[in-house]
């Protein structure tokens, strides 16, 4: 939930947040973030290894990092994210704190405290900022919303049961239900 709009915050709010409290920041707006549930992890972290299976075995030269991963979009300090899952492959942006542009794909794992931002707010703010794949995963449908920002698409609305194809990864396919038996 957003807090109040007339105040507009920064990352020094962000920061000086007393630990375990997370939450996020798009233009100002300060996003509360409800602890994960058990489903959500087993995606996350399904996905994130799937993932990084992929890419060390083509030898590809792309991160993974699972939340909680600070994503700095913009030049300013009025937006801080953290994606459920971020692949980054331009490694010159990471610092210590985290990575400052645009990951190259991002997988955000719905809740019901969330999909109002997941596909609202986060979707144009991932398009505006230059993320080149966006997933949106529900575990409450069971879907998968995938979009192609560098096509300026949604490529589709996939089930769990489906073979869900990468658009970075010409090669690479993912089905949920497959992944959630390991």
């Known amino acids: 939930m957003p ?5 507009t915050y920064t990352t020094d709010y962000i920061y000086s947040l007393p630990e375990g409290q997370r939450a996020e920041l798009i233009d100002g707006v300060i ?12 995606l996350v972290m399904n996905l994130s ?3 990084r299976e992929y890419i060390s ?4 030269f792309c991160k993974v990092y699972p939340a909680p991963f600070a994503v700095f979009l913009n030049k300013d300090d009025k937006t801080y994210v953290e994606p459920d899952i971020s692949i980054i492959c ?4 990471l610092d210590d704190r985290g990575y400052n542009g645009a990951p190259d794909w991002i997988i955000e794992i719905v809740s019901s405290g969330t999909k109002r931002i ?8 991932y398009h505006s900022a230059g993320v080149r794949e966006y997933w949106i995963v529900n575990p409450l449908t069971r879907t998968v919303n995938v979009y ?8 589709d609305l996939y089930s769990f049961d489906d073979d869900i194809q990468v658009c970075i990864y010409d090669d690479l396919t993912i089905n949920i239900t497959e992944l959630l038996k390991q």
């Open 148 to 155: 192609d920002l560098e096509k300026e698409e949604l490529t």
């Open 31 to 42: 996003y509360d973030m409800a602890p994960p549930n058990r489903l959500h992890q087993e």
């Open 57 to 60: 075995k083509n030898n590809g």
């Open 49 to 51: 290894a799937e993932i």
């Open 118 to 125: 997941d596909y609202g707010v986060k979707l144009f703010k």
């Open 3 to 7: 807090f109040s709009k007339e105040n």
């Open 90 to 93: 331009d490694k010159s942006k």
